[in-house]
């Protein structure tokens, strides 16, 4: 196991935040895994994936352990479904690229998510009328207390709404390992009914459309609105869509005419972070370098130079914003540290 010594992050977090860790361990075997959770002396560990949706904002006094494990297996399948295990540490938008090539369908919503699959439950990762839990079959962590490698259902992972167990009852205890999903090779079940995949595919012309179709219109339309961490640093969404009461939203029409609104399980109604964010003129918005999208106004992003603590103050004057106008508290999507 080779420990390195005050590593700069800034190439493993999306934002491109410049912060050292204390102490830096590459994770690509389980027994590495295990030697480096075990090793005595250490600070607390600190699991690091993709880095996609992590906000640093000062030094980590920790044993960062980065998940650089590989690999893909079909472990079960029939006529129509294939039942696919993939390591933690493969890279998300390339395994739906890949699937899509062999022919699998079910990740193709999913396209273009930064990030690495072994963060994809924790978060319930999703875009575009579709989650990883309903692809998702079952996954295998490691206990972060024993070594035990643990499987869990896709009932014991507890999702909802970007949220998992793996954020609340279980948060900090296990390092997910690999995930099995359950894809079609047949009779693909083709969702185009959110945002503009529909409008993009009838552009094309694209009347019977397949999965790789549908994966092109994802990444299409993601691409006008959403800036490549390689160029501009960002986490993507950074807020979470707040759900309200449907008293409180059928209130706020009276004011806000034209107030986006879905309604969910229950009495609630979800309403657009961004709609709520661009319609109180803060789209382009900077504080120094740390700003928001001039496209998307739930993005907020580094345009050189920001540190994590600017980001997060330009947030926080978003939120209190936000709720000042609308009486409605956004949360955070992205994990602050």
């Excluded at 590459?26 to 880095?51: K, N, V, W, Y």
């Excluded at 904002?57 to 893909?72: F, I, K, N, Q, S």
């Excluded at 359950?182 to 009347?207: N, S, V």
Aim: with cysteine.
């Amino acid at each position: 196991m080779d420990i390195e010594h005050r590593v700069s992050l800034k190439k493993y977090n999306t934002f491109g935040i410049d912060v050292p860790a204390s102490h830096f361990i590459r994770i690509d075997s389980l027994e590495t895994l295990r030697e480096a959770l075990a090793e005595p002396g250490l600070p607390p560990p600190f699991i690091l994936s993709g880095g996609s949706n992590l906000l640093l904002t000062g030094p980590l006094e920790a044993r960062v352990l980065y998940m650089d494990t590989r690999g893909r297996e079909v472990v079960a399948e029939d006529a129509g479904r294939i039942n696919l295990r993939v390591m933690a540490g493969e890279n998300w938008h390339e395994l739906v690229m890949w699937t899509l090539d062999q022919g699998f369908g079910g990740l193709e919503n999913l396209a273009l998510i930064p990030g690495k699959t072994g963060t994809a439950p924790i978060q319930n990762i999703g875009a575009y009328g579709v989650e990883i839990k309903d692809v998702l079959q079952s996954l295998e962590a490691v206990d972060m207390q024993t070594g035990e490698l643990v499987s869990f259902s896709r009932e014991a992972c507890g999702f909802g709404y970007r949220d998992s167990v793996f954020k609340r009852g279980a948060r900090g205890r296990y390092v997910i390992w690999s995930v099995t999903l359950g894809l079609t090779r047949k009779g693909h079940e083709i969702r185009t009914g959110y945002g503009d995949i529909a409008g993009w595919l009838e552009r094309e012309g694209i009347r019977h459309p397949e999965p790789a179709d549908v994966a092109r219109a994802v990444i299409a339309i993601r691409k006008s609105k959403l800036p490549d961490p390689a160029v501009l640093g960002n986490s993507g969404s950074f807020f979470k869509n707040p759900v309200v009461p449907k008293t409180q939203y059928e209130e706020l029409l009276r004011t806000h005419p034209g107030m986006p609104g879905y309604p969910q399980e229950g009495d609630g109604i979800k309403v657009p972070a961004g709609w709520l964010i661009d319609s109180l003129g803060l789209k382009g918005m900077r504080r120094g370098d740390a700003g928001v999208h001039e496209k998307q106004a739930l993005v907020l992003v580094n345009h050189g130079a920001a540190t994590g603590e600017e980001i997060l103050q330009l947030a926080r004057e978003i939120q209190q914003r936000v709720l000042e106008a609308f009486d409605i508290r956004i949360e955070p999507e992205v994990n602050i540290l």
